[in-house]
T-cell receptor
Framework: KNQVEQSPQSLIILEGKNCTLQ??????????LRWYKQDTGRGPVSLTI?????NTKSNGRYTATLDADTKQSSLHITASQLSDSASYIC?????????????FGGGTRLMVKP | IAGITQAPTSQILAAGRRMTLRCTQD?????MYWYRQDLGLGLRLIHY???????GKGEVPDGYSVSRANTDDFPLTLASAVPSQTSVYFC??????????FGQGTRLTVV
């Protein structure tokens, strides 16, 4: 069964600090991995996509890494801001375009405090 | 309409009543999905549709039905609501292997 596990479940950091969120997956055959940000009361929004051949990708203060051998990804947030407070969801896509080919992690709830 | 729209944004429903959650997208995406999001459980797939005229069951389909008469619309129906269907429901669409675009969600409370 395809699974995506995220850690930690929740995290509290001070504004300006860095943090790293983890995602482990067992999805096959692997197509790509996306990190989504979900603000409270809103739908998830894509931050970055990682394909099999990519190791690192940045989007502003967000940097995602992917190790396809160990099936792990991380999302590093630099110089956190209050607006970074949200849930971050790791979503892994398997090959093909069938509707059940997206596997969601449970998310990490990040709170940035002043 | 820009992107994907859900209606209503929230609803309180008496148990046993029928309810249809609406979802419309204007991106001409072939694939559409319905998820429910519950605290501690993340997003779980209810039903999906790869293209107009076809639908499939997801992880938690019981008590829900969908239809896909055209590309743009993907309504989710609860035939007889039960309290365990209290949740936040998200509709999403995807074109090819691109990112999934999510609606703003519908918060449903069944009492």
């Amino acid at each position: 069964k395809n699974q995506v596990e995220q850690s930690p479940q929740s995290l509290i950091i001070l504004e300006g600090k860095n943090c790293t969120l983890q995602c482990n997956y067992t999805v096959s055959p692997f197509s790509n991995l996306r990190w989504y940000k979900q603000d409270t009361g809103r739908g998830p929004v894509s931050l970055t996509i990682m394909t099999f051949s990519e190791n690192t990708k940045s989007n502003g203060r967000y940097t995602a890494t992917l190790d396809a051998d160990t099936k792990q990804s991380s999302l590093h947030i630099t110089a956190s801001q209050l607006s970074d407070s949200a849930s971050y969801i790791c979503v892994v896509s398997a090959m093909g375009n069938a509707g059940n080919m997206l596997t969601f992690g449970g998310g990490t709830r990040l709170m940035v405090k002043p | 309409i820009a992107g994907i729209t859900q209606a209503p944004t929230s609803q309180i429903l008496a148990a046993g009543r029928r309810m249809t959650l609406r979802c419309t997208q204007d991106m001409r995406h072939n694939a559409m999905y319905w998820y429910r999001q519950d605290l501690g459980l993340g997003l779980r797939l209810i039903h999906y549709s790869n293209t107009a005229g076809t639908t499939g069951k997801g992880e938690v389909p019981d008590g829900y039905s969908v239809s896909r008469a055209n590309t743009d619309d993907f309504p989710l129906t609860l035939a007889s609501a039960v309290p365990s269907q209290t949740s936040v429901y998200f509709c999403a669409s995807r074109g090819g292997n691109t990112e999934a675009f999510f609606g703003q969600g519908t918060r449903l409370t069944v009492v």
